[in-house]
């Protein structure tokens, strides 16, 4: 079993940034980890998504330059900075691990989420 657990979200004004950490224990497999994020009303979307190694990543593209994923294998963890926050921005963010992909059904692993609220 793998654990994820978020943490970093809270309330910023627009143009802020803020950073989301995710820690893994429990089975330290080689997993490519993906952070997903759910607005009210909204299907969940992928945001970004970093390679076991490190060395790939993706991004939607409504982040794409505002937003790095980024992760440190020694601590089990796994980052996103978020800058020029937009209130579209506004979500639940879910940290994932699994397969590489932008889908969420190519991750296994779920964190319970952090709110992230970006105000005008």
């Known amino acids: 079993q793998v654990q994820l657990v978020e943490s970093g979200g809270g309330l910023v004004q627009a143009g802020g940034s803020l950073r989301l950490s995710c820690a893994q224990s429990?089975?330290?497999?080689?997993?490519?980890m993906g952070w997903f994020r759910q607005a009210p009303g909204k299907e969940r979307e992928f945001v970004a998504a970093?390679?076991?190694?490190?060395?790939?990543?993706s991004y939607a593209g409504s982040v794409e330059g505002r937003f790095t994923i980024s992760k440190d294998n020694a601590k089990n963890t796994v980052y996103l900075q978020m800058n020029s926050l937009k209130p579209e921005d506004t979500a639940i963010y879910y940290c994932?691990?699994?397969?590489?992909?932008?889908?969420?059904?190519?991750?296994?692993?779920w964190g319970q989420g952090t709110q992230v609220t970006v105000s005008s």
């Open positions: 994932a691990a699994g397969s590489w992909g932008t889908s969420d059904g190519m991750y296994d692993y």
């Open positions: 429990g089975r330290t497999l080689r997993y490519a």
């Open positions: 970093i390679s076991w190694s490190g060395g790939s990543t």
